[in-house]
Structures are given as structure tokens and as C-alpha cells.
């Protein structure tokens, strides 16, 4: 199994008391309708989830440029270096059990949810006949996308390498799920939003 550890320490918790757990996906492609997870990475506090899957189609030279994942000779390389594989199915089994032994009700972040990682997610767990275990956990959707434009609309650049630059002063190995994953919690801790602002961006 490629996923970390579990360390316990306690979650970010909303003032609603909901336990924020903020995920990536990184994939084959773009297309929410066809592309494939190649990396599922999440993070609690200090409880991460990080998780390969061997694609079932190729990845797009693009995809292949951002993130440094390949394959080749049947093995998913990352940066060159083989990296350990699960099914799509016992990647996301495993993830709904990260998601379950949180205090629950559970808010899953992302940034650019709504335009990608929720559809893209959604489809995975339908094609893996896992929608029905993840709709009893509850859980909804936050885009730090939209959180950002609501809480500061005059930024120039919405990407989140740019908000960690201008809100951290840093710059990280984007394009890595569990970078990303880390990266965003800092940057959701940095801005300290109201349940109110939240309510308006939960898809």
C-alpha cells in the first residue's frame, strides 16, 4: 500500500466543529470526463493520506511535464523513480477509511474544487461503485479558489503557487499532491476564515 502513516495530533477544526481535511488529486489530463487519479494525497493536522494508482490510460505529455509522473516497463514513475501502486478501488477504500476514523462531520478542501478535484473524485468513486459509502460519511466539498476571491478580490493571480508566495513568502514543489496538500493547509491556516465566508464557498 503507497499511503504514509497516520500520526495522530489534533485536526483543523472549523468554528461549526467540522474537521478540515484538505485533498489533491493529481491525474492523467485535464478532462474531468476522462482523465484517471495518479496520486491521491490528504492532510488533517499532521494525518496525511498519500496514495499512487497505475492509470489505465496514458498520461497526457502535459500532465507529464507538471507533475514528472510516467510509466514505463508497467511501473509509475515519479521524477524518474518507481513509486508503489494500489487500484483505483483500494486507493479510494482507503482514503474513505482516513476520512472515517476523523472526528466526524468532515469538510473536504481543495483548491479549484469545483472545476476539478470534486467531478473528478465524484466520477472515480462512481466508477468504483464507492458513492454510497462516501455520501454516508457526509461530507462536502470547500473550494479555496472561491475562498480566496471572496476574502480578497483585489490579488492579481488566484493560483495557489501565488497565494502561498504572497500570503507564506515561500515557494514549494508544486504539482505534488502532498506538497500541495501541506502547502494549503498553511495557506487556509494564514487566512483564519469566519463560518460565515466558508458557508458561501461549501459546494
Known sequence: ??????????????????????????TTGLETWR??????????????FNVYTMPEIAIDRGAAEVTGFSVRDGALLLQGTAVPTV??????????????????????????????????????????????????LGSRYLDTFLLSKALYPSIRSYSQVNLVRHFLGKIYNAHNALEDVRALQELYSCWDPSEGTLNRCVL
Request: negative net charge; aromatic residues 8%; glycine residues 6%.
Open 87 to 136: 487500484t483505483l478501488t483500494e486507493a479510494l477504500t482507503s482514503f474513505l477509511d482516513f476520512l472515517q476514523s476523523l472526528e466526524q462531520p468532515v469538510l473536504l478542501v481543495a483548491h479549484g474544487a469545483r472545476r476539478f478535484d470534486q467531478p473528478v473524485l465524484d466520477r472515480a468513486l462512481l466508477k468504483c461503485s464507492l458513492t454510497r459509502q462516501f455520501q454516508q
Open 1 to 26: 500500500m503507497g499511503s504514509l502513516p497516520i500520526f495522530d495530533m489534533q485536526s483543523i477544526k472549523t468554528s461549526g466543529g467540522k474537521t478540515v481535511v484538505f485533498f489533491d488529486l493529481e
Open 35 to 48: 482523465c484517471e487519479i495518479i496520486q491521491l494525497a490528504a492532510i488533517s493536522g499532521e494525518r496525511t
